[in-house]
Structure formats: C-alpha cells, structure tokens
C-alpha cells in the first residue's frame, strides 16, 4: 500500500516560485519513475514532469525550462521546483508513477494570480 501526500502550493504571482513536495510511503514504492502531474479546472490530468528509465528528467513542453524535479531516496519524496510561473499553470499538482499505478492523492493547489 502506497500513500502519496503532496504539499507545497499556493498563492503566487506571476513569475514567482513554488517548491512542491511528494512524500510517500509504503513498503512497494516504485520511485524510479514517480512523476507529477497536474489538472487545471475543468480539464483533465496531464504529465508535467517525470525520470525516463536513465533516471534522467523530462519535461512537457510547457513547462521546459521553467519547473525541475529532484527526489531524494532516503526520505522518499520528490519534489517539483516551479520558476517563472503563469497564469496557466494554476492548478490541482499530483505526483504518481508514469504509469499511474497508485492511488491518487488529495494534491495540492497551486494558483498563479495578480
């Protein structure tokens, strides 16, 4: 049984950052390729960031450049650094394997507003 808790979000303007945190837990993690996601209101969940089987990070289109995911091991936990952010990245962020084997946590609410 595997427990992901996201935490991290909030109020920011544009072109500020956030630093969103996914811990999880359980004894069959699969943290190789824990990713995150997010689902804007009224949309569906799309991929955001992810490690690719070299454990090297790739990035959607839209947030290139902007967002880095990073994971320490020890704690289990991934994080998702988000720079120069906009409007449109408000949303509902998850984290979840590639292949979205676990059960989806509560996420956690980022809003990109003036």
């Known amino acids: 049984q595997v427990q992901l808790v996201e935490s991290g979000g909030g109020l920011v303007q544009p072109g500020g950052s956030l630093r969103l945190s996914c811990a999880a837990s359980?004894?069959?993690?699969?943290?190789?390729?824990m990713s995150w996601y997010r689902q804007a209101p009224g949309k569906e969940r799309e991929l955001v960031a992810s490690f690719s089987s070299t454990r090297r990070p790739n990035y959607d289109d839209f947030v290139k450049g902007r967002f880095t995911i990073s994971r320490d091991n020890v704690k289990n936990t991934i994080y998702l650094q988000m720079n120069s952010l906009k409007p449109e990245d408000t949303g509902v962020y998850y984290c979840?394997?590639?292949?979205?084997?676990?059960?989806w946590g509560q996420g956690t609410q980022v809003t990109v507003s003036s």
């Open positions: 979840n394997t590639v292949g979205r084997a676990f059960t």
């Open positions: 359980g004894l069959f993690v699969r943290f190789n390729d």
